[in-house]
């Protein structure tokens, strides 16, 4: 099992859509959770992190964790062409504290 | 601008040769990394520091070494290229190596082995 899945995707949405990402990840003593946006030919960029459990929102964003089923999911509502990106979540602590432990990543095209 | 900068941006070099790449940060963190991405996107880390000491080494083969003459550098060299060394290297870096600290990372450099 790897440390960390996402759906590859590719994931094509309408403007306007609500979308979700989703992230499982196998150290159950991952203590937070990180996502990351990376543009094409750019480097990653974070957008949000949550370490507890339940939802975080910011703006049109929405981070949310279970921990008890190992889940961490980004939320993106009203959804803009400028969305387009892959999304990387990236769970950290446990047994590998110092690191960042990436997903291969979800990419997302969002069409007017 | 505070930031996290890499050179060169591009690096176009024959197999076997040895190169290098180097990182600077001046956000005054302490930890600094090496990540590699591949052709297929997949971020992987290969090297951390902290204040200077090596505390990540995922398994990289021992032609790749990094050198962290202070806190704000971290260089990447990488002796006798091998084809399968073509990816993009980001350097990152955060104020400690702790769970919660956001990685900020450079722009990257693209590495093409020929």
């Known amino acids: 099992q790897k440390e960390v899945e996402q759906d590859p995707g590719p994931l094509s949405v309408p403007e306007g859509a609500i979308v979700s990402l989703n992230c499982t990840y196998s150290?159950?003593?991952?203590?937070?959770f990180f996502w990351y946006r990376q543009y094409s030919g750019k480097s990653p960029e974070l957008i949000m992190f949550?370490?507890?459990?339940g939802d975080k929102e910011d703006g049109r964003f929405t981070a949310q964790l279970n921990k008890a089923s190992q889940y961490v999911s980004l939320l993106i509502r009203d959804s803009q062409p400028s969305d387009s990106a892959t999304y990387l979540c990236?769970?950290?602590?446990?047994?590998?504290?110092?690191?960042?432990?990436f997903g291969q990543g979800t990419i997302l095209t969002v069409h007017p | 601008d505070t930031a996290v900068s890499q050179t060169p941006k591009y690096l176009v070099t024959q197999m076997g040769n040895d190169k290098s790449i180097k990182c600077e940060q001046n956000?005054?963190?302490?930890?600094m990394y090496w990540y590699k991405q591949d052709s297929k996107k997949f971020l992987k880390i290969m090297f951390s520091?902290?204040?200077?000491?090596?505390?990540i080494n995922e398994t990289v083969p021992n032609r790749f070494s990094p050198k962290s003459p202070d806190k704000a550098h971290l260089n990447l060299h990488i002796n006798s290229l091998e084809l399968g060394d073509s990816a993009v290297y980001f350097c990152?870096?955060?104020?400690?190596?702790?769970?919660?600290?956001?990685?900020?990372f450079g722009p990257g450099t693209r590495l093409t082995v020929l």
């Open positions: 990152a870096s955060s104020q400690a190596q702790d769970p919660y600290n956001e990685q900020f």
């Open positions: 150290d159950r003593g991952s203590q937070s």
């Open positions: 949550i370490y507890s459990n």
């Open positions: 990236a769970p950290r602590g446990g047994t590998s504290y110092g690191k960042l432990t």
């Open positions: 956000l005054g963190h302490d930890t």
């Open positions: 520091y902290n204040n200077k000491e090596l505390i």
